[in-house]
């Protein structure tokens, strides 16, 4: 196929049509890919009115970067097309490897400059999404990962559109050639001990002497496994709406009620909203096989790097990871302050004028925070005789894991508030002092 301003234009009007761009943001490398795309956006100008800036990120990554951004902005300036270029500095992650890094350092810098309205627009072509099919395959992805590189999504506050999936290599060479465009080539593209430039250059090219349209037939297979993905995640919803509706907390006798499959199906989508790292194939087996069905006391933890799984009574949790379990140097928390109390824990702040709250005495004096040591007792409002405080958290349902980790507010010796629990009936007042426990880890 062929490919000029007119077919780009085509294909930003269907990725759009639901919401128009206010601003096109280019990611330019000055690689060959990037110049043509922004080549070809800046000659349809005219039958598309939104502005256009270039985005050039410096990695620092090779000797060359500099004159690269020299490059990049003058091709810019001659196209007559806004510039902005920025420095990241990649770390050094061994696991994900220079590659990742880089590419999360730039992704991460990109978020930040794109606003409400704007579409970031990346030169991804359809031998990149072959060659990302044929990785994720590698690593034994499921349907969403084969389904590869999508063609728009959410991004920072806008969206991320990739104009150029289907749009063939040659095809791009052949516009750059034709507009006798230059651009930047990457030496270490051609370095094979990164997976994808091994895959460029010497997995794809043997499969396409073989099979000619390997990479159309790649597409089209990531196509029909995004069709997939999104069935699967459509199901998700509905199992998930049935099991209570939050992804934080499932309601097990639903999921009981699925198969193996959509008990899976269904933990995949409520962690992936939740915001977590997707687990390992063998913890879904776990949690599948291992934590729904074990008996109501068990209390089982399915975990991995981020994130974990447990379960209280007929429920099962998804959370980042339960805090270490906090250290007793005294804390004070005062009125005109709050108490950080350490990753994972959250804060506690003292909100005024809160019916039944601490006494002003008390809080403007004070109170010192301390963890569960074991029995200690509070009176309750309209209670005569003190409660054991184990026994108030086991009616109230507090899930075993924060049990210890409850913050305890003291005066003296004397236990005045149980977190944002409750307080204690002889230190309450009608206009007092109320504990907000802000960014806390759930509790029932």
């Known amino acids: ?13 269907v990725l759009t049509v639901d919401e128009p761009a206010s601003r096109w943001l280019v990611a330019f490398s000055g690689g060959l890919d990037s110049t043509v795309l922004l080549h070809a956006l800046s000659c349809m100008r005219e039958r598309h009115p939104a502005a256009t800036t270039a985005i050039h990120v410096d990695h620092g990554l090779h000797a060359e970067s500099r004159n690269w951004e020299i490059h990049c902005r003058q091709f810019a300036g001659q196209l007559g097309i806004s510039y902005i270029s920025e420095r990241v500095s990649v770390d050094d992650d061994l696991q994900s490897g220079p590659e990742a890094a880089a590419r999360q350092a ?7 400059l794109v606003r409400e309205g704007d579409c ?19 690593r034994g992805s499921g349907p969403a990962g084969l389904a590869g590189i999508g063609a728009a999504q959410l991004f920072g506050e806008g969206r991320l559109l990739r104009p150029l999936l289907g749009v063939s290599a040659e095809a791009i060479r052949d516009y750059a050639k034709h507009h006798d465009l230059g651009w930047i080539e990457d030496p270490s593209n051609a370095d094979t001990r990164f997976d994808r430039n091994f895959l460029r250059q010497e ?7 073989r099979w000619p349209g390997v990479a159309s037939s ?9 069709e997939a993905s999104t069935l699967l995640r459509d199901l998700a919803d509905i199992d998930l709406a049935a099991a209570s509706g939050s992804p934080e907390r499932l ?17 995949r989508r409520a962690i992936s909203l939740c915001g977590l790292p997707p687990p390992p194939a063998t913890r879904l087996y776990q949690a599948v096989d291992e934590l729904i069905p074990a008996r109501q006391d068990a209390q089982p933890r399915v975990a991995w790097p981020g994130a974990e799984l447990r379960r209280y009574r007929n429920n099962l949790y ?12 005294l804390q004070v928390l005062r009125p005109e302050a709050s108490l950080d109390l350490g990753p994972g824990m959250g804060q506690l702040v003292l909100n005024p004028d809160v019916d039944g709250g601490i006494n002003p005495e008390l809080a403007s004096a004070g109170l010192r925070v301390r963890y569960r040591q074991g029995g200690e007792e509070i009176r309750l409002a309209g209670h005569d005789c003190t409660h054991k405080l184990k026994k108030l958290l ?16 003291y005066s003296g010796g004397n236990l005045v508030a149980v977190a944002d629990l409750w307080i204690a009936a002889e230190c309450s007042h009608e206009a007092g002092y109320g504990v907000c426990w802000r960014d806390r880890s759930p509790l029932n």
């Open 1 to 13: 196929m062929t490919f000029d301003s007119k077919i780009l234009l085509e294909r930003l009007t």
């Open 203 to 209: 997995i794809v090219p043997r499969l396409a002497s």
């Open 394 to 409: 086991q009616q109230e349902g507090i899930v075993p894991w924060m049990r210890s980790r409850l913050p305890l507010l």
């Open 318 to 329: 998804i959370m980042p990871g339960v805090p270490d379990l906090p250290g007793e140097p």
């Open 106 to 112: 730039r992704y991460a810098l990109l978020q930040t």
């Open 120 to 138: 970031l627009l990346s030169a991804h072509h359809e031998e990149d999404q072959a060659e990302t099919l044929l990785l994720n395959l590698m």
């Open 218 to 226: 790649l597409k089209q297979s990531a196509d029909l496994a995004s």
């Open 251 to 267: 309601d097990l006798e639903v999921l009981r009620a699925l198969s193996l499959q959509r008990q899976r199906n269904l933990l």
